[in-house]
């Protein structure tokens, strides 16, 4: 169902021709590079989080991890991970799949600076055997992201 209506959402922008699917599991950055053949950087990740009451994803490269000081910056408050048990209901998807396509009506997305030196991603794409091959032009618009946010640093 979410990889459906992910499809639907990507469909919009003309972009429903551009997602894979696989017979392995994509859930992990490990797992979609390997299934796709790419780089772990070029993998995005789009993490789900609590701010008071509201949902929000933030899409951050592969190689990249949420830094809690330029979290707290960010948004006044720490971060807060939506639990394992509650991601599908609050965004739309399960683990795994959690992308910025096809989700609740109430749930923000943002986009960490660290994905503006990328031309090739690949977030995942409703499921978690999904992806879909976007440039950094066409993740903005079917992403429909709030605002380019800093609250990442390298893992090391």
Do not use: W
Not at 17 to 40: D, L, P, R, T
Not at 129 to 135: G, I, K, R, W
């Amino acid at each position: 169902m979410s990889l459906a209506k992910a499809r639907e959402h990507l469909a919009k922008y003309g972009l429903e021709g551009k997602i894979m699917e696989f017979s392995a599991s994509s859930a992990s950055v490990v797992e979609a590079a390997n299934a796709i053949g790419c780089k772990e950087r070029e993998i995005v990740k789009t993490l789900s989080f609590m701010l008071g009451e509201n949902p929000i994803l933030i899409a951050v490269a592969g190689d990249y991890k949420i830094n809690n000081a330029k979290f707290k910056e960010a948004f006044g408050t720490k971060a807060k991970m939506i639990p394992f048990d509650e991601v599908e209901s609050r965004i739309g998807h399960a683990v795994g799949g959690v992308c910025p396509f096809g989700v609740n009506a109430n749930v923000k997305a943002y986009l960490d600076i660290c994905l503006q030196n990328l031309t090739t991603l690949y977030p995942a794409c409703g499921n978690a055997n999904s992806a879909v091959c976007l440039t950094l032009e066409e993740l903005e618009k079917a992403s429909c992201f709030e605002k380019y946010i800093d609250v990442c640093s390298p893992m090391t």
